[in-house]
T-cell receptor, first 112, second 114 residues
Framework: DAGVTQSPTHLIKTRGQQVTLRCSPK?????VSWYQQALGQGPQFIFQ???????QRGNFPDRFSGHQFPNYSSELNVNALLLGDSALYLC???????????FGPGTRLTVL | DQQVKQNSPSLSVQEGRISILNCDYT??????FLWYKKYPAEGPTFLIS???IKDKNEDGRFTVFLNKSAKHLSLHIVPSQPGDSAVYFC????WGGGADGLTFGKGTHLIIQP
């Protein structure tokens, strides 16, 4: 049973560019959440998708957007990249109404 | 404004002894709390959780205590084992369950000494 998978593992971009990160949830899960973890910090909640719609959102600007597909996989898009967007981006999947989230290994984004 | 605080960046404990990790929160709307464990190059792994209607939850070597009046929770690991060396994150939810957007602390690096 595959857990949460994320691609790519690492990514290097320059300021002003756009990036797309991908996530496949654990088998049987229907909800995907995205988190940003800066160095030395805990993960920060970006948003959550369920039934292909954004259901909850943390304190992140509109440059951060997402999408969920009918097979429950998800993408995180970040436009107009800033140096401060350099972080580990974690995807977590869960069952709607469940009591835990399963995290993927993350995508390390470096913005130069 | 940090709503979930883990004030000890690191903690060193001898193998076989008890490890106690602490977490404080400020948001009264939080009603579900979780502990996650993270190894390098891996995503956080769920350990144990507690609802605000309880004050204690046990799962094997792990016990979480919740003191709502003090807005404080702690994770006890006994006995501590070398494989417990990792970063531990305290997380909270204001939606009654652990499947919704979580607010995390900065983490405590637990080191188990042989």
């Amino acid at each position: 049973d595959a857990g949460v998978t994320q691609s790519p593992t690492h990514l290097i971009k320059t300021r002003g560019q756009q990036v797309t990160l991908r996530c496949s949830p654990k088998s049987g899960h229907d909800t995907v959440s995205w988190y940003q973890q800066a160095l030395g910090q805990g993960p920060q909640f970006i948003f959550q998708y369920y039934e292909e719609e954004e259901r909850q959102r943390g304190n992140f600007p509109d440059r951060f957007s997402g999408h969920q597909f009918p097979n429950y996989s998800s993408e995180l898009n970040v436009n107009a990249l800033l140096l401060g967007d350099s972080a580990l981006y974690l995807c977590a999947s869960s069952l709607r109404g469940g009591n835990e989230q399963f995290f993927g290994p993350g995508t390390r984004l470096t913005v130069l | 404004d940090q709503q979930v605080k883990q004030n000890s960046p690191s903690l060193s404990v001898q193998e076989g002894r008890i490890s106690i990790l602490n977490c404080d929160y400020t948001n009264s709307m939080f009603d579900y709390f979780l502990w996650y464990k993270k190894y390098p190059a891996e995503g956080p792994t769920f350990l144990i959780s507690i609802s605000s209607i309880k004050d204690k939850n046990e799962d094997g070597r792990f016990t979480v205590f919740l003191n709502k009046s003090a807005k404080h929770l702690s994770l006890h690991i006994v006995p501590s084992q070398p494989g417990d060396s990792a970063v531990y994150f305290c997380a909270a939810s204001a939606w009654g369950g652990g499947a919704d957007g979580l607010t995390f602390g900065k983490g405590t690096h637990l080191i188990i000494q042989p």
